[in-house]
DNA sequence: GTGATCGATTAAACCGGTTTAAAAGCTCAA
DNA sequence: TTGAGCTTTTAAACCGGTTTAATCGATCAC
């Protein structure tokens, strides 16, 4: 019943043609006579004739296809706020061409490889995003080998054969503190993400650079993971120095959530005792109480921005420029006050 | 330098046999004498063969490959702390067996059944996941028609000719209820998803029979949206009833959290003023101020049950029963408490 | 010794496209 | 009239597997 699709074979019957000269017409191939082109290009349409991307992967042995792996600690349910909206953003682009996502969610490190060797491997893929970039990403190396075209999310810290789609995290964190300094602050503490990753470490630097434009040091530091119970533990810290901090900037919005919490358990009113900031702008940022002050970027255009750049690494006409990103900027609400003089 | 892969004729040349009978010792087919058999295996080993999944699709037509289409809208950078576990699950059974997961995250219903449209038509995958069923979910009567095999994530309320994967909402709605009448709460709200969606109607069709259970009526029943927008609009008009719930049970975590933040923001105290339950056990659930009783689920298995279930309905033989997981369970945390005489 | 039977193996077709090399048709010059 | 030089078209090989039908060789009955 399902009646087969028409293949490349009934559209040359139907033009009465043969199935090269299909292709040629199909494909704009030059070196057919325009009538010819037209009468195939009828009879295609007439048939609802539909390229077979199986027969096409085959033959010109590619996936059509763009691969992402996720490294996530499922114990932790971790979902970031990003990578839904950057995936559809991603998928607009797929969506014209005809291309898939592959997606794998992995584990650990070892199964990271192993889900890009796979890909690679079983030829799943044309290339892949390179996301949570680390310092010295053993990805960068395993790609090269691989042979595996991609793109990284944001510049690696070492020489990187691939290009980069950078949203740039730093002027967002220079506002942050900024605006905390303006209202005040003095004693402003940080809680990082694990210092392996680039974009956890461009936040603290960029931290702790405007903090010294301003002539100031952190009145804390701590390096902690990106998940809520790293940030419980962090802010627990921080409150119990000598000199509590009176603002907290949190490399993210999952920790400063979680921190805010803390804080609240400790008896702290936030932003009367203490401001505190987020930085991705998820989805609760704006719902908790007090609403969270945060750093906001647009992973959906990060996705197309990536998607359509990785295409053209593909496609390899030449060399592929880097593409900058408009830099995720501050987001203020009712978690950071001026500074009550005590 | 990338030496080319060596395919099947490779291995034949090197065990000294024709493809076909290389083909037929690879599958297992019989008819082939043990020892030729080892022969080529042994040839094949030597060699590193790997079958070209692109060869293979074209010829046995499928895909290795299984698709699920998420519909969000990214204005509201939701992201599911189900999704994330619910596709590592999937993967893990896919890895084995050498598929890989199509994922696509459209953002309204019309992109979604031109996902599916794409899907099927591209041949991209054997079999999709359905997911976040509705009431006469269109897409059962899409996927009938487009013939691509699908499991559904629960069971769907009308005829299905698909085999469901389930786990129960309903028990551990119960347990919430059960949970606060015990603790001496007598006037209990609902914050409900979508009436659209099977689970969200589940859930507050649960809230009510067991408050009904008791001689009780709901002290409230908003029905919202499942965002933490939707969460605080329905958490203030219940407070402004005049007659107040002492508790408020939300379909969801984010609901929760964010009606978490609208009841501190209205003055009260959680969980003295009023007790807060959720569904999900995301991530902050455990970390927000007061930690948030809620309903855990297995995101992991529930992936993995569904995958195999697919796998099982597309390898075809015979018909596949439904699988039944274990209920999600109440957690309870900090943000239900003993009633208050006042 | 001949033919039937059966197990092991192979050659060739096939999946649905792309691509190459050759052929066919046409124009034009010598 | 021949053929050189184009343009247009086609036949066939190819991508790397699977599958069918045929073949080969050995065993067995008669």
Redesign the pocket.
Known sequence: MAK??????DVAARA?????????A??GRP???Q??VDRILAAADELG????N???S????KAFALGLVLTRDPAVLTSDPFFSAFIAGVESVLSRGGQALVLQVVTDGEDEVAGYRRLARDGRVDGVFLSDLRHDDPRIDLLSELGLPAVTLNRPVGASPFPAVCLDDRPGTVEVVEHLLQLGHRRIAHVAGPPTFVHATARADAFVATLADAGLEPAGLEISDFTAAGGIEATRKLLALEQRPTAIVYANDRMAIAGLGAAQQAGLTVPDDLSIAGFDDSELAEFVHPGLTTVRADPYAFGEAAATTLNQLIDGSGDVADVELPPARLVVRRSTARLEES
Not at 4 to 9: G, K, M, N, S, V
Not at 16 to 24: C, D, I, L, T, Y
Not at 58 to 61: D, G, I, K, P
């Open positions: 087969d699709r028409p293949t490349i074979a009465g043609v043969s199935k090269g000269s299909v292709s040629f199909l494909n070196g057919l006579a009538a010819t004739w539909r390229p077979s199986r027969a096409r085959l033959s010109v042995s």
